[in-house]
């Protein structure tokens, strides 16, 4: 058997099969489930290396020596699904909203009909209103509409659906008025277009809305089925969230994509992402692990717009000097700067949109009836004592 560089970041086929002691059919099924990145071997397009610690860790998983309480616990960390889901899926690189293509609906429709999609309803009409408070207030103004409908919010168990469903068209308003407030009642990307004064950012907005309303069981719908799970309000579940999505490993991504571009700006692209590697460890505008060949959201969006040269050279630096395309951060950034959008642009973009999908997860939860509740395994002192 070929001997195998342990310490290599990237390993070809034959090593990672040889790890694993799999068919070459389950190494690249794993793939396309997320669980093993893979990117085009520089030497041979044609063929694929992949990530050496995806590999080892699931080698490890497959060679049975974990208990299963250790299983467990590593498998709420991008690990196998920890729960059943109707409202989309990723599937060989493609992002299916109850089986419609994500990036074919980005086409055509409007945030409203695909919350439509992922609720199940006919259709979800929301209403205008809301005033802008001037920069950086319509998050602020996001958590406190969310905030103060939490308590005065019937508790969303043993409710019918017609009646779940109305309520969290009235919740993603109270999202909108605050996100994207406007006093026409006008498609939400238009709302948010106009409401900057960028008449001409409506189509990519719109296509923005579309791709972002839901991503299969991210940090922040998880969190929000853990809270619709103990029978609290839709409200409260959309809060959650939001409170999740700030996060910078979340939806607080784009700052790490408008650091990078300012950095560019002065030093160069190539230094920018040099720099960036060395200091943070990871250059957020690149890659994901659920689509080792490229994020299609980012490629949708950003064929909806000219994007400014400057992007342009970052996206081609990057794909050259870290072997990953673009992600959706990336695009989101690129099309707030091209627009010249507010700073939080990007933010508020993705917290509208996936407010949708919040909404969608906290009903299902609720149908299912069941309580998310895991067990902890105690590794404090004494961790391994006897009774």
């Known amino acids: 058997m070929k001997s195998i560089n342990m310490n290599a970041l990237w390993l070809t086929a034959e090593e990672a099969l040889s790890l694993l002691g799999t068919k070459a059919q389950t190494l690249y099924a794993n793939v396309s489930r997320g669980r093993i ?15 050496a610690d995806d590999v080892k860790r699931l080698a490890k998983r497959n060679a049975g020596r974990r208990q299963s309480a250790a299983v467990a616990a590593d498998a709420i960390r991008w690990g196998d699904p920890v729960m059943p889901t109707a409202i989309s899926s990723i599937s060989n690189e493609r992002l299916l909203y109850r089986g419609r ?55 969303a168990l043993r409710r019918k659906t017609f009646v779940l469903r109305a309520e969290a068209a009235d919740v993603l308003s109270t999202a909108a008025q605050a996100l994207a407030p406007f006093g026409e009642p ?26 972002a309303a839901e991503h299969e069981l991210n940090v922040s719908a998880f969190a929000a089925r853990v809270t619709a799970s103990s029978g609290a309000a839709l409200s409260a579940a959309a809060l959650s969230g939001l409170a999740t999505l ?16 300012e950095k560019a700006a002065s030093v160069g692209v190539r230094e920018a992402i040099r720099g960036m590697l060395s200091t943070e460890g990871v250059v957020r505008a690149f890659g994901h692990r659920l689509y080792p060949h490229g994020d299609p959201r980012a490629k949708a969006l950003m064929e909806s717009f000219d994007s400014p040269p400057l992007y342009g050279l970052l996206a081609e630096a990057g794909e050259e000097l870290l072997g990953e395309p673009i992600n959706i951060d990336f695009a989101l950034g ?21 407010t949708a999908g919040w909404l969608a997860h906290a009903m299902e939860q609720v149908e299912s009836g069941h309580l998310i509740r895991p067990r902890a395994r105690y590794a404090g002192p004494d961790a391994d004592a006897g009774p």
């Not at 990117?39 to 063929?47: F, G, H, I, S």
């Not at 700030?246 to 571009?261: D, K, N, Q």
């Not at 690129?334 to 996936?354: N, T």
């Open 186 to 211: 006008l498609p939400l990307h238009e709302r948010l277009a106009f409401g900057w004064r960028r008449p001409d950012a409506a189509e990519p907005i719109r296509r923005a809305l579309v791709l």
């Open 246 to 261: 700030t996060g910078p490993r979340h939806g607080g991504a784009w700052i790490s994509v408008t650091a990078l571009a």
């Open 334 to 354: 690129a099309m707030a700067a091209g627009f010249d959008l507010p700073d939080d642009a990007p933010l508020v973009i993705f917290a509208l949109s996936r």
């Open 37 to 51: 990145r893979a990117k085009p071997d520089p030497a041979d397009p044609r063929r694929s290396l992949y990530q």
């Open 101 to 155: 293509d994500a990036v074919e609906l980005a086409g055509y429709a409007t945030l409203e009909q695909v919350a439509a999609l992922l609720w199940d309803a006919e259709t979800v009409e929301i209403q205008p209103g809301g005033a802008d408070q001037g920069p950086n207030s319509r998050m602020r103004a996001a958590f406190a509409g969310l905030a103060a409908r939490v308590m005065n919010d019937l508790p």
